[in-house]
């Protein structure tokens, strides 16, 4: 899993709830990203960052909202306004070239009781 | 926009035979393609990728990818497979510095 952490494991959440996921990578990558992965499908990506303190939406954006206030650190919140928030939920980093390799974080596995 | 496809949900092979994982692409230009695997609660590890040059790639743990043109595909092979083969198995490609995701594999390597 490189150079990338995540916490916690795994997470409950009550419905109403907001909560933050954290990713913290010390690979020195300027790009990071958050993908949601579900059963039986791919991995969809919810927000994405080239850089300190930019972010862009991916395909999933709505119910999440991220910050990119240092390098190292890009924390995924998963608001109450996400319908169907239990899932995998993955985080990324790369150089930002394009055929550059990503590399992933652990994950983290939230569950809404 | 660039994309990639899996043909097959599953693949089920015996361990010493040999294990084919296909993956089909669309992309404008030179493309850039990636293998990941994905073991049960676990994130993405890189096996390989394919930039320019032989058309045979090599990657971690025995796997190797070949990448043909006029088929536009860039399977994922492994001559001998065994039981720790066993995982979720992902192709991607870059779009626009992110990367989009074949719906992934499950190969299941029977002993």
């Known amino acids: 899993d490189g150079g990338i952490t995540q916490s916690p494991k795994y997470l409950f959440r009550k419905e109403g709830q907001n909560v933050t996921l954290s990713c913290e990578q010390n690979l020195n990558h300027d790009a990071m990203y958050w993908y949601r992965q579900d059963p039986g499908q791919g991995l969809r990506l919810i927000y994405y960052s080239q850089i300190v303190n930019d972010f862009q939406k991916g395909d999933i954006a709505e119910g999440y909202s991220v910050s990119r206030e240092k390098k190292e650190s890009f924390p995924l919140t998963v608001t109450s306004a996400q319908k169907n928030p239990t899932a995998f939920y993955l985080c990324?980093?790369?150089?930002?070239?394009?055929?550059?390799?990503?590399?992933f974080g652990p994950g983290t596995r939230l569950t809404v009781l | 926009a660039q994309s990639v496809a899996q043909p097959e949900d599953q693949v089920n092979v015996a361990e010493g035979n040999p294990l084919t994982v296909k993956c089909t692409y669309s992309?404008?230009?030179?493309?850039?393609l990636f293998w990941y695997v994905q073991y049960p609660n676990r994130g993405l590890q890189f096996l390989l990728k394919?930039?320019?040059?032989?058309?045979l790639v090599k990657g971690s743990y025995g796997f190797e990818a070949e990448f043909n043109k006029s088929q536009t595909s860039f399977h994922l092979k492994k001559p001998s497979a065994l039981v720790s083969d066993s995982a979720l198995y992902f192709c991607a490609v870059p779009n626009d510095y992110k990367l989009s995701f074949g719906a992934g594999t499950t190969v299941t390597v029977r002993a």
């Open positions: 992309v404008s230009g030179n493309p850039y």
């Open positions: 990324a980093s790369s150089r930002k070239q394009e055929h550059n390799e990503q590399f």
């Open positions: 394919y930039i320019t040059g032989d058309n």
